[in-house]
């Protein structure tokens, strides 16, 4: 019997997930795929520092000694930052190996060279956990939902940002004390930046585009706001609507055209996004034929992502003569009545004279918070005029939601 | 470029939208598969309907007729009733044809027996339709969690039930009503037995029984209950606690023994099912490396189901030659805490004076309708003895959501 060999680079959590996993879940991998999967090598950064390895892996700083290993057939990148990890796959791939890689901004940037030079070389790419951790949404669209085509896909991305809101919405806090809870427990780094302004979910984003529509906007062309803006006051507010904010990343096509914005949003009870909570992620996709599927999960942690990875592995084990068709899915225009719902808006900042005809004040809510009714080209154009407003989306599926959303507004 | 040529059996709501589906994507089809996907012949029950059909399709009211067509790949079974659609699907499997079916009840009985001769003769059996509609459940079972142990699996599985639920709480109906609503909305059958008393949905548990753990409890020993012992005031009782029914099937291993139950249950706002409402199905799939993950969506309906049946049909011709491995699975122990939720019961027909010691009262909700915390075993005893009574279990996840549901009910 033939032996899989792995190498793993970084250990900290992502890593340390995978290498656990593979050692506790040895007799599943032997089962599943018919040979035993070995960590051969694992990556670190720092020698000194103590570890829970076994004797007969090769534990290096130097990814050279691993390129060099007498067999090597896949290698599981778990670092962060675009560089010297693309460097370190793309000599991985040049050597024959399968990639499978965890590193959204790495992937989000260069993906599509990685991709070219894995199907050149006839090895495979895995990058589940590059998008909602150990929720498969990457292989739900592109091995579930082969002839459905996707509309659109919208998602909670960002674990960090999520906890976040729901902290500051169920204690009352404010942004600045539920962020030192995110760092306390470990979901926020010391700078947020990428969580907080909403980066990360942005790179998930692009990922998500190029599978579902194999290509992706200009990304200067995309609109990504994190959650800085939201205020307790705002969230406040939102309750008293029986609405909750969550940071969404919206991807869709109309006509030939890439629409992606990373922002926050407000959504009713009925959508499935309400109740997404803590640092849980989920993904929503409406295809033409099956019409609109959710995935919810946890989105991030040790485990779950280790999960993604493994689970990959064992496709790329399984599939690893199959190439890879990356702008396989076709799109079809979307809906006319989808987007309807963006009319109704929850905005601050605003005075109440300054209401144009073309804006209907639904209800103020508390002071100065306003539920309106506008186009959006309306509002970006006040909001070019008048820096202190901010607005926000309220999310509705369908038409007969947006008028029962009406009713309960003016009900109050 | 060879054609691959498919047989419909049955023209009724999913036939006609497996042919609708397969006509409109025939690019898609095309495109994914290299090959044209030919709808060749179809089995219909009354010749003298009015169909909309093209004309080079054989219509036909016997099924000899389809197999001694010269050239059949694939038959697709959308009929009901056991038989004669199993002797139908032998046939096709003997002549050597894959084969892909929606019919649950069929499926619960002889699939163990189909997939066995399908093996035999090295074709598949493609059933994603036979569960949750649309949801691509079964093949996120068998694809994307092939090293995950699935511990515990939970559904809300018959649309049709929760349709009525849902109404019945809405629109504060009685069973009659909602069940009169749904069948003017064509969600339930004339005679509605199958959906309100659980068999459907049993059917689909025992279906993913089979998928997660490779067999199935012995069928009389699975406690199967439909939403009839459901009435207004319950509902009206669990809403004050913020609480909701769900018709939910559950299935899990402990040690070497599956256990399933098929029945109501009450779920607060933070499961994932308190907002699966109308004919919404969800899944939720409990792993042990990734955790919890939830699928949501349409789990009936014309393009749902035909949506799973023809990812079915490219999955099948994808894979023709990888034999299924039904009994892949290995499943681990459920995790000790589990199961602590249930606990917690709303009970009716109790009078006060029949509590034992072992059964905790810790709230009456309303006149005769309590919130108690007993174990299984009592009140099965004391369900022996007076017939009037009826509980359901309290569901939560873990130790701390019980709790805070204690907090919640003593602060009523």
């Known amino acids: 019997m033939t032996v899989i060999k792995v190498a793993i680079l ?10 656990r996993t593979i050692e506790s879940h040895a007799d599943d991998l032997e089962a599943v795929l018919g040979k035993k999967v070995e960590v051969a090598a694992i990556l670190i950064k720092n020698k000194q520092r103590e570890r829970n390895i076994r004797k007969d ?20 990148e778990a670092i962060v930052n675009k560089e010297p990890t693309f460097t370190f796959l793309q000599k991985a791939i ?27 070389k006839s090895v495979s790419v895995g990058f589940e956990a590059t998008v909602a951790g150990g929720i498969p949404v990457i292989q739900t669209l592109r091995q579930l939902l082969k002839i459905n085509r996707v509309q659109q896909i919208q998602g909670i991305l960002n674990g960090t940002s999520n906890f976040i809101l729901t902290e500051m919405r169920e204690k009352k806090w404010s942004f600045a004390e539920a962020l030192l809870q995110a760092q306390k427990n470990g979901y926020a780094e010391a700078d947020p930046t990428n969580d907080v302004e909403g980066f990360d979910a942005f790179y998930k984003a692009m990922i998500l585009s190029r599978i579902a529509f194999g290509e992706e906007p200009n990304w200067k062309d995309v609109e ?9 006051e705002l969230i406040e507010a939102a309750e008293k609507l029986e609405l909750r904010f969550k940071h ?10 890439i629409q992606v914005t990373v922002k926050p949003a407000l959504v009713g009870k009925e959508n499935p996004f309400y109740h997404v909570e803590g640092v849980e992620n989920a993904v929503s996709v409406h295809s033409d034929i ?27 084990c399984q599939n690893n003569n199959i190439k890879r068709n990356f702008n396989q ?20 900042g605003l005075s109440k004279n300054v209401i144009k005809p073309s804006i209907t004040c639904i209800d103020e809510i508390s002071n100065g918070v306003f539920v309106i009714r506008a186009d959006k080209k309306d509002l970006d154009n006040l909001g070019k005029l008048d820096e202190t407003i901010s607005y926000f989306p309220i999310l509705g599926e369908f038409e007969s939601e947006v008028v029962s959303f009406e009713e309960k507004v003016s009900a109050l």
């Open 10 to 19: 970084g250990f900290g959590t992502v890593g340390e997930g995978v290498y």
């Open 57 to 76: 892996v090769l534990v290096t700083t130097d990814f050279e000694d691993i390129l060099n290993l007498p067999k090597l057939d896949i290698v599981i």
């Open 94 to 120: 040049e050597r024959g190996c399968h990639i499978i890689t965890a590193n959204k901004e790495m992937f989000a940037h260069h993906g599509k060279h990685l991709i070219a030079l894995a199907n050149e």
């Open 224 to 232: 990504r706001e994190g959650i800085t803006p939201i205020t307790s």
């Open 248 to 257: 969404i990343a919206s991807i869709s096509k109309e006509g030939t055209q």
């Open 290 to 316: 099956v019409g609109r599927i959710t995935l919810q999960g946890p989105g991030a942690g040790m485990f779950p992502t280790a999960s993604a990875v493994i689970e990959d592995l064992a496709y790329v």
């Open 329 to 348: 899915t076709v799109s079809a225009e979307l809906e006319q009545k989808k987007g309807k719902a963006k009319e109704f808006w929850l905005i601050t």
